[in-house]
């Protein structure tokens, strides 16, 4: 058993602020959600891309824009294989997009048509909440630097 007289330094900053870790798992557990439904992540790339060919068959999309969004969700299906779209972490996704050194014009396609696979995921509650906005709120091209 370990020595638990001394405060680890990552517990530290709890006493600065609000200085109770109730507190922190209170607001946890009330702000917390579960998705409703865990929908494996092939699934749901094979639902997004149907509704997607539908736009396309009505001349809402155009064909190369439908073409790279299969190319990338494939590309990102093949990357998360065996897991849910609620298994998609923040972290896991942004060293997804990070690992392929682009341009910044590809890399803000790439993660324009992620997220909104993950919109399309969220509002059929298949994630409790978008894991790229988690990772980047602000501008996508921001988020990585450019070489």
Same mark, same amino acid.
């Given at each position: ?16 602020? &609000?200085?109770?870790?109730?507190? !922190? ?22 639902? !997004?891309?149907?509704?997607?060919? &539908? ?9 190369? &824009?439908?073409?790279? =969004? ?25 060293? !997804? ?15 324009? =048509? ?12 298949? =994630? ?20």
């Amino acid at each position: 058993m370990s020595n638990c007289t001394k405060p680890s330094p990552c517990f530290a900053g709890l006493r600065a602020s &609000h200085g109770l870790l109730s507190f !922190y798992v209170e607001f946890a557990l009330d702000n917390h959600r579960e998705p409703v439904s865990q929908k494996p992540l092939s699934e749901a790339i094979t639902a !997004y891309t149907a509704e997607k060919q &539908h736009e396309r068959e009505q001349d809402l999309l155009s064909a190369p &824009h439908f073409t790279r =969004i299969k190319r990338d969700l494939k590309r990102l299906q093949r990357q998360f294989k065996d897991v849910t779209v609620s298994e998609v972490t923040s972290d896991r996704l942004r060293a !997804y997009l990070e690992a392929d050194r682009t341009g910044a014009k590809t890399f803000n396609n790439r993660c324009e =048509i992620v997220s909104t696979f993950l919109k399309f995921a969220l509002h059929r509650e298949w =994630i409790a909440e978008d894991p790229l906005k988690k990772s980047w709120p602000g501008e996508f091209v921001a988020a990585v630097e450019v070489q």
